[in-house]
T-cell receptor
C-alpha cells in the first residue's frame, strides 16, 4: 500500500512569512508524528497525535509552531513568521501505536525541505 | 530524557565487505525498543532493523544484524556483504515502551560503500 506522503517536497520562503506543511499518513495508522532534522540539532521530536486524544506538543520549539490533524488522518504543520533558524527538513511519520503502548514501528515520509531566506 | 550516542561520523567500506556501526544509549527504563534507520540521499528514512529490549536474541534482517548488550546499553549494527545501495546515513533510535512513543535519535553515521 501507499506509504507516508508529504507536500511540498521543497519550500523556499521569505523570513516573516507563514508556511504550511502537509502529511498524509499510512491509511489506518492512528498515530502521527512530526520531527525536524537540522544540521545543528539533528533529529528532534516536535509533536505527536494519537487518535482522538489531545496531541503531545512538548517538542514544539516556540509558539510560532502549531499543528493539527483533521479527521484523524491528514496533518498540517504551520510555522508562522518564519525565521532563518526554521530552515530544516520536516519529517512526518505514522504508526499503529495504541495509546500508552509503543510497540509499533514508525514509518516516515520523504520530508519537506524548508529554506527560509 | 534518553540520549543516544553514535560515534564514527563517517565510514567507508569496500563493496562485499562488512561494516559495524556503534550506538550507545542512556536510560533508566527496563523495557524499550531500539531501531536502526537508514536515510539515503533521497531523504526517505527507512527502517533497517528493530530490537525489543526484553528479547535477549539479537535481531537480524537479511544482511543486517545487531549486537544488543542491554547491561552495557550498547546496540551496534553490522552490515554484511555491503552493497552500493547501502550508502546512506544510519541513525540509531530509542523509544520507551509507554508514553508518547517519540523516537530519540543519535546524530547518525555516514556510510559510503566503495565499488
Amino acid at each position: 500500500g501507499a506509504g507516508v506522503s508529504q507536500s511540498p517536497s521543497n519550500k523556499v520562503t521569505e523570513k516573516g512569512k507563514d508556511v504550511e506543511l502537509r502529511c498524509d499518513p499510512i491509511s489506518g495508522h492512528t498515530a502521527l508524528y512530526w520531527y525536524r532534522q537540522s544540521l545543528g540539532q539533528g533529529l528532534e521530536f516536535l509533536i505527536y497525535f494519537q487518535g482522538n486524544s489531545a496531541p503531545d506538543k512538548s517538542g514544539l520549539p516556540s509558539d510560532r509552531f502549531s499543528a493539527e490533524r483533521t479527521g484523524g488522518s491528514v496533518s498540517t504543520l504551520t510555522i508562522q513568521r518564519t525565521q532563518q533558524e526554521d530552515s530544516a527538513v520536516y519529517l512526518c511519520a505514522s504508526s499503529l501505536a495504541r495509546l500508552g503502548r509503543a510497540q509499533e514501528t514508525q514509518y516516515f515520509g520523504p520530508g519537506t525541505r524548508l529554506l527560509v531566506l | 530524557a534518553q540520549t543516544v550516542t553514535q560515534s564514527q561520523p563517517e565510514m567507508s567500506v569496500q563493496e562485499a565487505e562488512t561494516v559495524t556501526l556503534s550506538c550507545t544509549y542512556d536510560t533508566s527504563e527496563n523495557n524499550y525498543y531500539l531501531f536502526w534507520y537508514k536515510q539515503p540521499p533521497s531523504r526517505q528514512m527507512i527502517l533497517v532493523i528493530r530490537q525489543e529490549a526484553y528479547k535477549q536474541q539479537n535481531a537480524t534482517e537479511n544482511r543486517f544484524s545487531v549486537n544488543f548488550q542491554k547491561a552495557a546499553k550498547s546496540f551496534s549494527l553490522k552490515i554484511s556483504d555491503s552493497q552500493l545501495g547501502d550508502t546512506a546515513m544510519y541513525f540509531c533510535a530509542f523509544m520507551k515502551d509507554y508514553g508518547n512513543n517519540r523516537l530519540a535519535f543519535g546524530k547518525g553515521n555516514q556510510v559510503v560503500v566503495i565499488p
